[in-house]
Structures are given as structure tokens and as C-alpha cells.
């Protein structure tokens, strides 16, 4: 078998042709044998079992409805494989589930072969991957380099080439920091999107499992399938997974202001940090610098608040009766919360509501934000010297986004000027997955990089799908509701998403209407019209009335006809109400009239 890329796009390529499951599952073997790194994998399924799951599944005619269908992945042992030990990397705690975890059930049913189980942080508490009594994974990119936790045998297997795909899960950082070491993409969804059933919990009620991937398209397809509403995790939301979208053409992205920044002497990492928001600019984003100052004051009552007391509610029993079975570092950091009292507890939560007040106007000004994945790097020997506080810089960008709610992807752009992988975390409010997402797959696409240590270039990008959804509706925009302009800010809090940018049937006028800001264009059929410029953005149907609301006379939603003959429902304008407005016409549109003024 050639040396196949493991992403899904060139695994379905091979599907078509004649490859089979059995195929890939030895290849896979093969791989993970060549690799010989027993840190990677905890427990590694028999080779047998993996080929009779692979031998199970239908032709590959007949798997329309298994989107994952002959795609080897793994899970980290924090995460329920039914008949193999859940140890959480602790063999003291292991237990044997019945079930699977219900995100992992979701995925075998839609095709996916489960490979075993992957190394972690104990308990998932740590940033660096090496807080293990298990042989320490070695990082993909470069062994000097920490592997990165507490997902760090998922990342690893991921940028290895070994799978597909693998689970992680995320509760300060988990999914992106190793992510980021190892050159892959790594997506943190929204909280409750992906089901904890089946979980060891480290902070239940900010704990969500993660996916690391070569692409971000196999990350969000991976997304689509696992996500559903569960009723037995109280923490399940019923959040719908959109369609990877395009970024639209003009996008407010908040980043730390300069003195904001935080390298820790890294002046190669600032520099990464500088292109890639130049690059940001390039593809036509306004970069908005915001004081973090309250993230980061959010980020430290992860740790070094009453938060800590969650992850020792998760092992309670444990740290009472068998500490000396917990990982000495584990241990120390866990062992905080005996110093906290349920005072502490409602102080912290009064804390974070006041930073929330606080940091919420600069989160609506941007459309998202982009941080550095990592500060800096962090090598073994570093923590050698030092456990704790290279793992507490590792988690500078990270610590925050829970608390505050936010979605997240961590993604690869072009190597530092030292060689080692650069990588950026775009952040968005919950339920704007497909937003970051489609914005991180054209970043990727420009980073010039190759898929993890596996040396294969990041695929082409497979067109976005320039349609509203089953339960969305088309909506055309031609003034301040597109993107970059005052009010799109009412169709992304409703969860809108950006389609296409293109042009009206050359059959309207547009007009800048009378009274207050020039914000309010209208727009009107017209015999002797001319092609207007506009954006067709998706938006959920049930938000439609929510919408509506905010549309003033003498504006209205009606249907256009746009410039290739499809019709599509958008904002028209009464005709009286143009009596006394400015026909604006000759520039074309919205855009061009007010660059114009």
C-alpha cells in the first residue's frame, strides 16, 4: 500500500478506487510499529480486533450514511471505549466501561475504526503531555520538545500519521497547546455541542471533548458527526453544527494590543505572531487590538482560584484515600483546593461575572479573536528544572476561553524563523464554530506548511458550500448588515453565516435614504437599474422573526433576483421611501458609496 495521507478527503480518494478498511487497518499497524514509541498509546487494540471491525462495515457503495466510513481514529484514555480500561492515566483508577462514550458511539456509527486508547496528563491536569506514570509520548516535530497535555498521545498519533483522527478533551487548553506543538489543527467546540458522557471529569462544568486532525475541514467533518444533544449530560446543549463556511470579506478580528502581548522573552514567537496577523490583513480582516488584561485575569481563577476544587470533586476519593497513587505533580496542583473554602467559591464566581461584564463590549465590537496558540515553546528539560511554571505559561491563551464560553480552533500557519511550527487559536462566542473554522481552513491553506510530521502538503480545500441549510434560509444584505459594517453584529448573534459575496440582476437602484448616519441604504426594482452589489448570508430559520424585528420601514424582507437568475429573499425598499434619498446607483454599492465618502 502506497504511503497514503490520512486525511479524510485522501482516504475516501482511496475508498473509490479499491482500497479497503482491512487495507488501511494494516497499514495502520504497520505505522504505529514503525513509529515505536510506547508512549503514544496506553492501550492499543489487537490488531484482530481493529480488522474485524474493519471487515463489519458495508461496501463502500452502500455507506452514504457512514460520513466516517474505514477512518482509523483514537481516543484519549479519559474517554469511554466500551470493553477496553479507562484509566485516565492512572492504572490505580482504571475501570473497565460497558459502553462507549456516547461522542465514540456516534462516531463507530458512522463508520469510524476505533485504534485504542492515548497517553495523557493524568487526570487531564497539565498542558505539557509528561505528567504520566506511562513512557512519555515524544513530541512529532521535534523530541526535545514536550509533547503538549493533557491530549498529548491523541495530538502525537494525529501528527504522526498514524490515524485519521483523534479525540481529546479541553477544559484550560488541552486540545489546542498540543495541537500547536505538533503542527495539526486542533478544534475546541463550543461547551455541551459534543456529549461528556462517558468522560472522566477534570472541571465538569467546563470540560468538552476535542478533535485534533490534519485539516480543519476533517476536524469540522468530524464535528458534524459527534455532536448531538444528549439528556443525560446535564451539560448538553443543543447546539446545531453549521456548514463550514467561508470567512466572509470583511471581518473585525480583536488580538492583545502590543503591550498586551505575552512571550516571555520569546522574540522569535512574537514575530510569528506579527506575520500571521499580516496575513490576517492580507485576506481583508481589520485587526482590532484590545487590553486582555481582564482575559488573563479570568485565565488565572482556572488554577489559581476556587476552579481547582472541581477537579478534586472528580477525584475525591482518590486524593483522600490512595494519594499516593496520583502523579506528584498531579498531586501538588490538585491539592490546592483543600485550601478553599464554599466561600471561596461564590467570590470566584462573583470574580468571573465582573470580568465577564467588563471584557463583553470589546468581545461584541470583533467578529472573533486571534491569539497565539503558545506563548513560547517548552523543551522536557525545561521541566525538569521547573513542573509547574512552564506548564502555567503554556496555558497564557487558553486558561480563559471556557470560563468565558467561547469556541475555538487552534491552526498551523507558516514555520517560525527557527524552523519550529508556527500556529494561531481563533476564538468566537458559542455556537459560532463554523465561523472560526472556515476562517482557519483559509488560513491553513496559506501557511505553506505540511500535514503534522507526516511530510504530506495541507490538501486543497474542498469548495464551500455556497448554500443555506435545510433548516436555514438564503438572505440577501446590501448595506450595513454585511460583514465588517455596524449592524452584521444582528445576523452572527443569531447565529447567521456568511455564503457568497455577488451582485443583483442588473435591474435596481440603490439609494442612501434620508435622516441620521448613512447606515440605511435602500435598495428598488427598477426598469432602468443597474447590477448592485451584495452578500447572501444563511441564517437559522427559527431566527428569522428575531430578525425581523430589527428591520425599520420603509425597509423590508422581500425576494431578488440575483445576477445569474436565481432568486433569493433580501432587503427591498418601499418606493415612497426613496421619494426624498440620494440614488447612490453609480458606485455600485453600499461598500463602494461609502468609501467613496
Not at 460497558?98 to 487526570?123: M, P, S, W, Y
Not at 506548564?391 to 524552523?419: E, H, K, M, Q, W
Request: net charge negative; charged share 15%; proline share 9%.
Amino acid at each position: 500500500m502506497p504511503d497514503l495521507p490520512f486525511d479524510l478527503a485522501s482516504l475516501r480518494a482511496a475508498y473509490a478506487t479499491g482500497t479497503t478498511p482491512v487495507d488501511v487497518v494494516e497499514d495502520v499497524y504497520r505505522r504505529i510499529a514503525a513509529h515505536a514509541d510506547p508512549g503514544v498509546f496506553i492501550h492499543l487494540l489487537p490488531k484482530e480486533q481493529a480488522l474485524a471491525a474493519a471487515r463489519a462495515l458495508p461496501p463502500f457503495a452502500d455507506a452514504a450514511d457512514m460520513p466516517l466510513w474505514g477512518i482509523p481514529f483514537a481516543i484519549k484514555d479519559n474517554i469511554d471505549l466500551a470493553g477496553v480500561p479507562t484509566t485516565a492515566g492512572c492504572p490505580a483508577y482504571a475501570y473497565t466501561p460497558e459502553a462507549d462514550a456516547h461522542c465514540v458511539a456516534r462516531l463507530r456509527r458512522a463508520g469510524a475504526i476505533a485504534i485504542g486508547k492515548t497517553n495523557l496528563d493524568q487526570f487531564a491536569t497539565g498542558l505539557v503531555g509528561v505528567r504520566s506514570p506511562y513512557p512519555i509520548p515524544r513530541n512529532a516535530i521535534d523530541p526535545a520538545i514536550v509533547p503538549g497535555g493533557s491530549s498529548s498521545g491523541s495530538a502525537v498519533a494525529v501528527a504522526a500519521g498514524l490515524v485519521g483522527f483523534a479525540l481529546g478533551t479541553d477544559t484550560a487548553g488541552s486540545g489546542r497547546v498540543p495541537a500547536a506543538l505538533n503542527n495539526i489543527v486542533g478544534l475546541k467546540p463550543s461547551l455541551g455541542m459534543l456529549s461528556c458522557g462517558g468522560v472522566v471529569p477534570a472541571c465538569r462544568s467546563l470540560d468538552t471533548i476535542s478533535i485534533f486532525a490534519l485539516t480543519v475541514a476533517d476536524a469540522h467533518a468530524v464535528l458534524a458527526v459527534a455532536a448531538a444533544f444528549d439528556p443525560a449530560d446535564a451539560y448538553s446543549r443543543p447546539l446545531p453544527v453549521r456548514p463550514l463556511s467561508p470567512p466572509p470579506p470583511a471581518l473585525r478580528i480583536g488580538v492583545p494590543d502590543p503591550a498586551g502581548r505575552r512571550f516571555f522573552g520569546d522574540t522569535v514567537q512574537a514575530a510569528s505572531f506579527a506575520a500571521s496577523l499580516t496575513q490576517l490583513e492580507a485576506m481583508g480582516a481589520d485587526i482590532v487590538e484590545l487590553d486582555f488584561e481582564p482575559l488573563y485575569a479570568v485565565a488565572e481563577l482556572l488554577y489559581d482560584g476556587p476552579w481547582v476544587a472541581e477537579r478534586y470533586a472528580a477525584i475525591e476519593a482518590m486524593m483522600r484515600d490512595r494519594p499516593e497513587a496520583v502523579h506528584p505533580v498531579t498531586r501538588q496542583v490538585i491539592a490546592k483546593a483543600e485550601n478553599y473554602t464554599a466561600v471561596d467559591a461564590f467570590r470566584g464566581v462573583y470574580r468571573l461575572m465582573e470580568l465577564k461584564q467588563r471584557v463583553a463590549p470589546a468581545l461584541a465590537a470583533v467578529d472573533l479573536l486571534c491569539v497565539p496558540s503558545i506563548p513560547t515553546f517548552v523543551t522536557r528539560a525545561d521541566l525538569e528544572a521547573d513542573p509547574l511554571g512552564p506548564n502555567t505559561r503554556l496555558g497564557t491563551y487558553t486558561n480563559f476561553v471556557n470560563l468565558l464560553d467561547l469556541c475555538g480552533i487552534a491552526v498551523p500557519v507558516a514555520p517560525r524563523s527557527d524552523g519550529r511550527p508556527g500556529g494561531v487559536t481563533l476564538l468566537a462566542a458559542a455556537g459560532r464554530d463554523h465561523a472560526v473554522a472556515g476562517l482557519a481552513a483559509a488560513l491553513h491553506a496559506t501557511a505553506g506548511v505540511t500535514c503534522g510530521a507526516t511530510g504530506h502538503p495541507v490538501p486543497a480545500a474542498a469548495p464551500a458550500i455556497a448554500g443555506a441549510g435545510p433548516d436555514e434560509i438564503a438572505l440577501a444584505v446590501v448595506g450595513a448588515h454585511m460583514s465588517g459594517l455596524p449592524l452584521n453584529g444582528d445576523l452572527t448573534r443569531l447565529g447567521g453565516r456568511f455564503l457568497r459575496r455577488t451582485r443583483t440582476a442588473p435591474c435596481y437602484r440603490l439609494y442612501a435614504l434620508p435622516g441620521g448616519p448613512p447606515h440605511k441604504p435602500g435598495l428598488v426594482r427598477h426598469d432602468d437599474g443597474a447590477a448592485i452589489e451584495l452578500e447572501v448570508w444563511a441564517l437559522p430559520e427559527r431566527a428569522l422573526g428575531a430578525f425581523l424585528r430589527t428591520v425599520p420601514a420603509p425597509l423590508g424582507i422581500g425576494t431578488l433576483t440575483l445576477e445569474e437568475g436565481s432568486p433569493v429573499k433580501g432587503f427591498l425598499c418601499e418606493a415612497i421611501g426613496v421619494r426624498e434619498a440620494a440614488d447612490i446607483t453609480v458606485h455600485g454599492g453600499w461598500r463602494s458609496f461609502l468609501a467613496a465618502r
